[in-house]
């Protein structure tokens, strides 16, 4: 860890440079989605007057739906007691909650060259996933389906979600990847716009293996290091 920011933050690399990629880590606990969306707006702002780095929040939400701008009303619960929040970020429904690891990328892509943000994204999931002891991949979506971005297991399973959205070359938004959620939250809803595809998590993955789940530090620490802000 490095320096510490605002309450709970902690800022890797003050001082002593970026990560591998150039990236700032800051690493949260747990933050309301409301109170992260408004960080993470700041962020952007001040990434793109050149006042930070390249940053990565590494955070968990309390429980909470998040849905785009082009999410069915009949994908979404009709009686929720979880709060439904609607987000300017690419993707469909999706749950966040505690057990879960959330990723927001601030990057200048102007600064870093023409590139596909996101499968750079799921690459490093993959990378980070197998570094733990999981074999994951990506997909590619067929022409007219629904997106099948983001990182799943062999078998069909979807272990994390990406969401990001690109204004003036600078990112914001990111991942979602399940440690050891509520799975059942994932089933009262039609989550990533896939009706009757199952959610799973690294908990799930390794109990299928006969072992524990890493820590969630570790996995922090696996998913940094792939996406260049360790």
Known sequence: MGAVGRAGESI?????????GGIERVDLGEVPYEEAVERMTGWVGQRRAGEIPDRLALLSHPPVITYGSRTPPAELPADSPIPLVPVDRGGQATYHGP?????YLVLNLRERGPADIVRQVEHALIDACATLGF????????????????????????????????????TSHGFALNIAPDLTEFTRF?????????????????????????????????VAKAL???
């Open 12 to 20: 890797s690399g003050e001082g002593e440079g970026e990560g591998e």
């Open 99 to 103: 057990g879960q690891l959330i990723g």
């Open 135 to 170: 074999e994951t991949l990506r997909r590619d979506t067929p022409p007219g389906a629904q997106s099948l971005v983001g990182v799943w297991t062999p078998d069909g399973a979807k272990l994390a979600s990406i969401g990001m959205r690109i204004r003036a070359g600078v």
């Open 190 to 222: 039609t989550a990533c716009g896939l009706p009757g595809v199952p959610m799973t998590s690294l908990a799930e993955l390794a109990a299928h293996q006969g072992r524990s789940a890493p820590p969630e530090a570790e996995v922090r620490d696996a």
């Open 228 to 230: 260049g802000a360790a």
